[in-house]
């Protein structure tokens, strides 16, 4: 299974401020998921990252709060833009391979 | 549409008693089933799969069974211990190159 890096694992961040989040993985894949994790919460994805092309965004996300950037098949980043105490949550990058999806270690932010 | 539903948590169990989360979906398709495990302060961990009908996913003691006559992919432990305190998360895949879709998760708390 392709294993991801995702940094950082946590920060705490002031309102009004935005925060970019990395993920690396070990092998080339095709899509990138990254969902959101609320406190007790299950996960929801926020969008779907394909390289070269502009993320497609589930509903309730937008480009302007939550950008992505996927310059390769290894690489893609998410940047929670404008933070509100809202935000607080779990963020999650995602991979899919045939034997089972992987998933990044998480990032666990607080808007303060 | 997909979607998956799980028994509501949290569950609370003594060591050594038998563990079974409800999990059901509703799918196009065959799609393929997972469990996925969420330690206290971690990511999402592959617990075990299920590809097609009547396939039996197991690891670490856990076993799961693909029914697609009652369209339940159901999570049984015999024997739990302290160190399974976790969120379980049942997910169907419809297809590949597409996101997961998960449950609400199940909060599992064993207490010795």
């Known amino acids: 299974s392709a294993v991801i890096s995702q940094k950082p694992s946590r920060d705490i961040c002031q309102r009004g401020t935005s925060l970019t989040i990395q993920c690396q993985v070990d092998?080339?894949?095709?899509?990138m998921f990254w969902y959101r994790q609320q406190p007790g919460q299950s996960l929801t994805l926020i969008a779907t990252?394909?390289?070269?092309?502009?993320?497609?965004?589930e509903s309730g996300f937008v480009i302007d709060k939550f950008p992505i950037s996927r310059p390769n098949l290894t690489f893609s980043t998410l940047t929670v833009s404008n933070m509100s105490p809202e935000d607080s949550s779990i963020y999650l990058c995602?991979?899919?391979?045939?034997?089972?999806?992987?998933f990044g270690s998480g990032t666990r932010l607080t808007v303060v | 549409g997909n979607s998956v539903t799980q028994m509501e948590g949290p569950v609370t169990l003594s060591e050594e008693a038998f563990l079974t989360i409800n999990c059901t979906y509703t799918?196009?398709?065959?799609?393929?089933l997972f469990w996925y495990v969420q330690y206290p302060g971690e990511g999402l961990q592959l617990l075990l799969k299920?590809?097609?009908?009547?396939d039996k996913g197991s690891n670490k003691g856990f076993e799961a069974t693909y029914r697609k006559e009652t369209t339940s992919f159901h999570l049984e432990k015999g024997s739990v211990q302290v160190s399974d305190s976790a969120v379980y998360f049942c997910a169907l895949l419809n297809s590949g190159n597409t996101p997961l879709v998960f449950g609400k998760g199940t909060r599992l708390s064993v207490i010795a």
């Open positions: 092998s080339q894949v095709t899509m």
């Open positions: 299920a590809t097609k009908a009547d």
């Open positions: 990252a394909n390289q070269g092309s502009e993320a497609t965004y």
């Open positions: 799918a196009t398709g065959y799609p393929s």
């Open positions: 995602s991979v899919g391979q045939a034997e089972g999806y992987t």
